[in-house]
């Protein structure tokens, strides 16, 4: 299971249910989620901002949800990616978002968070959808680094929202692809890394 991907392993994985770090329950996803962006469309994912809530060291984990958080659990899973469509085993993920008032944790780390990609590129976190606040749709921040590597600095948000034509930083091509059932959002979106 730790040989480089290829695009068929990529693009048949759909929300990878069975994979060792994904373990999102079947009964979670009306369906396997499509890669996005794809690999093989030759394009590295977009850098975007950081924003002024980044905060250096956050705690390496993949669960953020914590006892009573209010918001709408979701998991967000796929793949680190070269554009040659291979994994990036170790890459470190590092996701940061909005509570569901629209808050930042500034003084701890709540809803702050990193992991490594398994030996396959896979990543996973479960979290809550973050709120919409002024001038902002909903989104997460993320850093995505391969071992000794350039860093993305990168946004990803969510299909169908009316703030994403209001928001001067949204890009369709940063698009999670969703689906819903009972009480969770699935999420997913596969980083595609220049490692050129």
């Known amino acids: ?39 093989h469309d030759g394009e590295a994912t977009l850098r975007q901002t950081e924003g002024p809530f980044c905060k250096p060291s956050p705690p390496e984990r993949a669960e953020l949800i914590e006892p ?53 590129g896979r990543y996973r976190f479960r979290t809550i959808v973050p709120a919409v606040y002024q001038g902002r749709t909903r989104h997460f921040h993320v850093k995505v680094q391969p071992k000794g590597g350039r860093i993305l600095t990168t946004q990803l948000y969510f299909p169908g929202e009316p703030q994403n034509r209001k928001d001067g930083l949204f ?23 220049d490692m050129g």
Request: proline share 4%; hydrophobic share 40%; charged share 25%.
């Open 1 to 39: 299971m730790s040989k480089n991907l290829t695009r068929r392993d990529v693009l048949g994985s759909g929300i990878l249910v069975a994979g060792s770090l994904l373990t999102l329950d079947v009964a979670r996803a009306q369906g396997p989620l499509d890669p996005t962006p794809q690999c």
């Open 68 to 120: 009573g958080m209010a918001g709408q659990p979701i998991e967000l899973s796929g793949f680190v990616l070269t554009r040659a469509c291979k994994g990036v085993p170790g890459a470190l993920v590092d996701l940061w978002q909005a509570d569901a008032k629209g808050d930042y944790d500034n003084s701890g780390f709540r809803l702050r968070g990193h992991q490594f990609a398994d030996a396959d």
């Open 171 to 193: 890009r369709k091509e940063l698009l999670i692809r969703t689906a819903k059932n009972q009480g969770w959002v699935a999420g997913r979106f596969d980083f595609i890394l």
